[in-house]
Nanobody, 121 residues
Framework: QVQLVESGGGSVQAGDSLRLSCAAS????????IGWIRQAPGKEREIVAR???????YYADSVKGRFTISRDNAKNTVYLQMKSLSPEDTAVYYC?????WGSGLDEYAYWGRGTQVTVSS
């Protein structure tokens, strides 16, 4: 059973940075694709970044150049560094894991409980 726990969310001002962490159960980060997925109030879930087990990285257009996904396999942790945050980034951020490429939400079998990010103007 894959377990995922997010941390690092909070309330910040526009232009600030935050780093989210996703602590995973043993070897998950090196054998699964890990995605960061967010859901804003009244909106559908959006995959903002994903890191495959082979090291490929993909970003949503809405976060390219501002967000960076990375991992530390020794710590079984995946990070999402977020810069130049705007109120449009306000959402609950989830990390999720899949054995597949992770391009679709329905591919993710395991989910964390999420961490809230609130950006005020």
């Amino acid at each position: 059973q894959v377990q995922l726990v997010e941390s690092g969310g909070g309330s910040v001002q526009a232009g600030d940075s935050l780093r989210l962490s996703c602590a995973a159960s043993t070897r998950t980060t090196s054998t699964y694709t890990i995605g960061w997925i967010r859901q804003a109030p009244g909106k559908e879930r959006e995959i903002v970044a994903r890191l495959t087990w082979g090291g490929r990285i993909y970003y949503a257009d809405s976060v390219k150049g501002r967000f960076t996904i990375s991992r530390d396999n020794a710590k079984n942790t995946v990070y999402l560094q977020m810069k130049s945050l705007s109120p449009e980034d306000t959402a609950v951020y989830y990390c999720a894991a899949t054995r597949n490429w992770g391009s679709g939400l329905d591919e993710y079998a395991y989910w964390g409980r999420g961490t809230q990010v609130t950006v005020s103007s």
